[in-house]
């Protein structure tokens, strides 16, 4: 069986990286091989101590986009020396670099390359943020409209198949409660589906616990009192009462929402169970859509 | 004259870069909103295609040409303003092709036409990731040239790293550099020209390959357009390296932002390191969206629960403030990691609660900042 991949994409700051994190671990507990590829050529190495304290300690797979170009010529000419050749060539780079649609196309083989590989199993993407999500899934169309015949032509056709087979490629398009625009994430599902990408239930990640009742929270927001503990208090939980109503917003569009809280004591003072609890309930989910 | 050259009436820039979600764009607007209020005329571009910039300001939508924004009331003899604009990739592109063909004695506007209708050139020019940073330079060239601002603030997207944007001058003169473009320009003389018969052979070895891949159509389409273009890349390159010049020089800063996490700090970190090691001049770090409530050591503080508090609320208050705890200490140690590798207070903003559109709102962001001039006098410059 070939493998499956969840390109996962949304704004910046939205915890895209810390989503694939929880997602290839829930797989990886689920007995699943998975790779987690990074798109972004430049690694958060700083931030793995805390991974490692949640229990998140995995290391990405970097695109390493020249040797992705090589593979990508290599698979093209079935011969690793025409490749070496071109690449040694300054005129090479100019025109792979002024031919739009190519640097994308090499990292979507890359990544078609590296799920190959793993054959059954979960290859997670650490995808690029909503404004050049679609841009990236686009290239096989952008390069055919260019070019229709060679080996390229050839190449970005068996892309376009792999996006378009919701058994194989789907997308997973994050939020937090903060920065949500029901219409914006809208239109970025409807941007990746133009292009044939299926797409799973949409995440609302870092969501505050609402603790008190509703009485707690009017006595919360009248009490008279600005004691930093109350006044704390009060922004904790009007945050969280904010999230709620922006879950229940999300749920009446699409039922099937999936709702990741934010995780308190970030830097490690936690244990990551709720971390775990997260990536299980995160994985069920995803894999469970596939199928 | 040259926009760069010393002693030439200069624009002060403002750059406000860091990783996504960190609320850049709010605080451009709220440091543009509070410039404009104490007199500066000034322009706040953001390159970012999301409309955050102009929800933020409360506009319909921003186009490539500055709209002004009605910033109330002006006190009396305050001849400051406000505008806002958005990079529109493909007409400054346009715009450069029409002005730089018809500069040019070797290329006229038949040549503007011909470059603009290559597909090619379309697709480059559409294209936000491979124009965008090239493009921020010819507009903010523009905008300097124009001698219509004080004051010019630029919010970078957060998907399109700062290093992307500064390379963006030394790529293209490096591409202009290769044998390549002469190569696509004229194949046959480039080759022929200088050197070996082997130099030769290679090239169009080089070329009948390329063809392989692409396919003939795209590659008269790439070699078309490249030769069109080399003409003009020169001068592009030209402003391109005006406006670097401009923003190494004073009074220019980079304003970086930062959550107080730790991924969000280690980014801002390492992207700080990197600018100074351009030259460029960085103002302290801002750590933006702190949590409201100051971290104490003593954890939370007992207090008295009124008679009317409703059953359950002393437990409540315990519960959310140990977790208001574990945020604050994580605040605290991050904000005090970024101050020993910066030997700098960092610039500390509260999670204030910005309604899109509402500029008072935005005065109160304005208000937890310092004024511009003390933020430039700030900034320390990399050698």
Redesign the interface.
């Known amino acids: 069986m070939a493998a499956r991949f969840v390109y996962i994409t949304g704004?910046?700051?939205?915890g895209k990286?810390h989503l694939s994190e929880l997602l290839a671990e829930g797989a990886r507990r689920r007995g699943l091989p998975v790779l987690r590829l990074s798109l972004d050529d430049?690694s958060?190495?700083?931030?793995s101590n805390?991974r490692a304290r949640q229990g998140l300690a995995t290391t990405p797979l970097l695109l390493d986009r020249g040797a992705a170009l090589r593979d990508l010529?290599a698979s093209?000419?079935r011969l690793g020396f025409?490749a070496d050749?071109?690449l040694d060539?300054?005129?090479?780079?100019?025109?792979a670099?002024?031919?739009?649609?190519v640097?994308e196309l090499v990292t979507l083989t890359w990544i078609e390359r590296v799920g190959y590989r793993l054959g059954k199993g979960l290859v997670v993407i650490d995808g690029?943020?909503?404004?050049?999500a679609a841009?990236l899934l686009r290239s096989p169309r952008?390069v055919l409209?260019?070019?229709?015949?060679?080996?390229?032509?050839r190449a970005a056709r068996k892309l376009e198949q792999l996006l378009s087979d919701p058994r194989r490629f789907r997308s997973l398009v994050v939020a937090?409660p903060e920065?949500f625009s029901l219409n914006?994430s809208r239109l970025l599902t409807t941007e990746l589906a133009e292009l044939g990408v299926a797409a799973l239930p949409p995440v609302l990640n870092a969501v505050y616990?609402l603790?008190?009742?509703p009485?707690?929270l009017a006595?919360?927001e009248q009490?008279a009192?600005d004691?930093?503990?109350?006044?704390?208090?009060r922004?904790?939980?009007q945050r969280a009462r904010r999230h709620a109503s922006v879950i229940e917003q999300l749920e009446s569009a699409d039922r099937n929402a999936i709702v990741i809280p934010f995780l308190?004591?970030?830097?490690g003072?936690?244990p990551g169970n709720e971390a775990m609890a997260a990536a299980e309930r995160l994985s069920g989910r995803v894999l469970g859509a596939f199928s | 004259m040259s926009v760069a050259d010393p002693g030439a009436a200069r624009p002060r820039l403002l750059v406000f870069a860091g990783e996504g979600g960190v609320g850049k764009t709010t605080l451009a607007a709220a440091t543009a909103l509070k410039a404009s209020l104490s007199g500066l005329r000034v322009a706040v571009m953001t390159i970012d295609p999301a409309p955050r910039l102009a929800d933020a300001l409360g506009l319909e939508r921003l186009g490539d040409e500055p709209l002004p924004v009605d910033t109330g009331e002006p006190g009396p003899g305050n001849t400051g303003s406000l505008y806002a604009l958005r990079l529109d990739t493909s007409g400054t592109f346009d715009r450069m092709v029409d002005r730089l063909a018809g500069d040019s004695m070797t290329a006229n506007s038949s040549a503007a036409e011909r470059i603009k209708a290559n597909p090619v050139y379309q697709a480059v020019a559409a294209s936000t990731g491979s124009s965008g940073p090239y493009m921020a330079f010819q507009r903010l060239h523009e905008l300097a040239e124009s001698k219509l601002w004080d004051l010019i603030v630029v919010d970078t997207p957060p998907a399109l790293h700062a290093e992307e944007l500064l390379s963006a001058p030394s790529r293209l003169a490096a591409l202009l550099e290769t044998r390549a473009v002469a190569l696509l320009v004229d194949p046959a003389r480039a080759a022929a020209g200088r050197g070996s018969r082997l130099a030769r052979a290679t090239a169009t070895v080089v070329l009948g390959l390329v063809e392989r891949v692409t396919g003939a159509a795209l590659l008269g389409q790439v070699s078309s357009f490249v030769t069109d273009f080399a003409r003009m890349m020169e001068n592009m390159v030209e402003r391109s390296r005006d406006v670097e010049t401009l923003l190494a020089t004073p009074p220019s800063c980079f304003v970086l932002v930062s959550r107080a996490s730790a991924a969000s700090a280690n980014a801002t970190l390492a992207l700080r390191e990197e600018l100074l090691d351009r030259g460029f001049a960085v103002a302290p770090i801002v750590a933006n969206r702190l949590t409201p409530r100051p971290a104490t050591a003593a954890g939370v503080p007992k207090i008295d629960l009124s008679a009317d508090a409703p059953p359950g609320c002393a437990q409540l208050l315990e519960r959310v403030n140990a977790e208001l705890g574990l945020l604050c200490q994580d605040e605290a140690e991050v904000t005090a990691r970024i101050e020993d590798a910066t030997h700098a207070a960092v610039l500390r903003v509260e999670d204030l609660a910005v309604e899109a559109g509402a500029l008072e709102d935005l005065a109160l962001l304005g208000a937890e900042l310092p004024d511009l001039d003390d933020l430039l006098a700030a900034a320390v410059r990399g050698e």
């Open positions: 704004k910046g700051g939205c990286t430049r958060r190495t700083g931030d805390i010529l093209l000419f025409i050749r071109l060539s300054s005129s090479f780079k100019a025109v670099e002024a031919a739009p649609g640097g690029p943020s909503s404004g050049h841009a952008t409209g260019l070019a229709s015949s060679g080996a390229i032509a937090t920065d914006e616990p603790h008190a009742d009485a707690q006595w919360l009490a009192n004691d930093q503990t109350l006044v704390g208090a922004w904790h939980q308190f004591g970030g830097n003072q936690q």
